[in-house]
């Protein structure tokens, strides 16, 4: 039986390797999804906030801010096409500490040199959108908004088979070999080639890389983000989407307030170093995983440099008290009675040798043309929001060709 052969193989079913698929298929070119997992978007696609990213944060010029200001506006056309879920409700970015100002004007600039749409409000103002939130100034930006990133993921895998892509679950691969003309994918049921190859693996990104044997230069270190869900009562005090100011040491939001698609409010994700790449719980430990997490000179870097706020994060973590203190910041009227556990993600970081977090999207290409692999290997958020418009660019890549938004 011969092997199956495509022009692009794409390891990953989250939404970043299934829009590669979709702007792929749309050239008419073919090509096969392999994912590890019995489902579609099981991961950091399935399991996060659901916010629509405005572009508001990421430096200018860079990846994150670019196709994050355009994957805003086309995951909103995406959702009204196809009858998703979705709502575009603003945001509040409050600065609740003297300290936090500067950073909240240097958000304003980012925002404006990323032609993001933003206001600033004094505490009267941003009472008009969340009457129940405190602090001393915040940022309005109307055009953020929710979703369910799961099932955005699900329709565009509809799409890709559609289209005549073809879509693997259950296949993990655990080797590439490039070869003169194409790319042998080697997964645990039988083969796949590839004249190109494009990685999109998420938390396994970087053993997918050392897998086609490129150094990849980082590694991916998994941060568990741990949502709390409100009361009825707590709800009622949260309109819309609620931002702390973020620390510019990490590439992590904060804890934020969010009133969900689905009308319920949770707070969340804090930052904790995961037991396991997929460590869901603090009952999930792999302790060979966790040993190579520790172990990596990078991550014993961030420690060095960051271990008050890593021990801050795991208080969080085990004491409602201590989580709820970080809302009331913002929302003094959440008591720690109001809070039960609701879900967590895990953010797949990329972390340098030398413990830098990579803050932008980060992308390594072996070789160009037949027997190419693009490796993807740091697209946590606000990578579901950009997805669209990364598929796209992604296809630039491999082939030169500019496809136009859906």
């Known amino acids: ?107 304003k600039r980012r925002g404006d040199a990323n032609g993001v749409e933003n206001h600033e409000l004094d505490p009267a103002g941003m009472r008009k959108y969340e009457p129940h939130v405190r602090g001393l100034a915040a940022l309005y930006v109307p055009s953020t908004g929710i979703t369910d990133y799961k099932a955005i993921a699900e329709k565009i895998g509809e799409l890709v088979t559609k289209e005549g892509g073809e879509i693997h679950l259950n296949r993990p691969v655990h080797q590439i070999a490039r070869r003169a003309e194409d790319v042998v994918v080697r997964t645990e049921t039988g083969d796949l080639l590839g004249k190109q190859v494009v990685v999109c693996a998420g938390l396994r990104c970087d053993e997918v890389a050392r897998a086609a044997g490129v150094d990849p230069g980082v590694r991916i270190i998994p941060f568990r983000g741990e949502y709390s869900g409100f009361s009825d009562r707590a709800a009622e005090l949260v309109k819309g989407l609620i931002y702390p100011v973020p620390d510019p040491a990490f590439p992590f939001l904060g804890v934020h307030a969010t009133r969900g698609i689905d009308g319920h409010v949770h707070a969340g994700p804090n930052a904790v170093l995961a037991l396991a790449r997929e460590g869901y719980s603090w009952g999930v430990v792999k302790p060979k995983e966790f040993l190579q997490t ?10 060095q440099r960051h271990w008050k706020y890593g021990f801050g994060e795991m208080y969080r973590s085990l004491s ?53 692999v693009l490796h993807v290997l740091n697209a946590p958020s606000p990578a579901a929001t950009a997805a669209l418009p990364i598929g796209r660019e992604i296809l630039e890549k491999l082939t030169g060709e500019k496809l136009a938004p859906l």
Do not use: W
């Open 294 to 303: 520790i172990t990596y000179p990078g991550m014993l870097k961030v420690a």
């Open 320 to 372: 409602k008290k201590a989580m709820v203190k970080q809302i009331q910041r913002m929302l003094p009227d959440v008591r720690a009675e109001d809070l039960h556990r609701a879900g967590a993600g895990v953010r797949a970081q990329a972390v340098k040798a030398d413990g830098t977090l990579v803050d932008d999207f980060l992308f390594v290409e072996q070789g160009k043309g037949p027997g190419s």
């Open 1 to 107: 039986m011969s092997t199956p052969s495509f022009d692009v193989v794409v390891v990953g079913g989250g939404i970043v390797g299934l829009a590669t698929a979709h702007a792929v298929v749309r050239t008419g070119r073919s090509v096969a999804v392999v994912e590890r997992e019995p489902q579609l978007a099981r991961h950091q696609t399935g399991n996060n906030s659901n916010v629509i990213h405005s572009g508001l944060y990421y430096a200018p010029g860079g990846y994150k801010a670019r196709l994050a200001v355009a994957g805003c506006a086309e995951t909103v056309a995406f959702c009204r096409e196809h009858d998703l879920p979705h709502e575009v409700t603003g945001k509040l970015v409050v600065a609740t500490e003297p300290e936090e100002l500067p950073r909240l004007a240097e958000l």
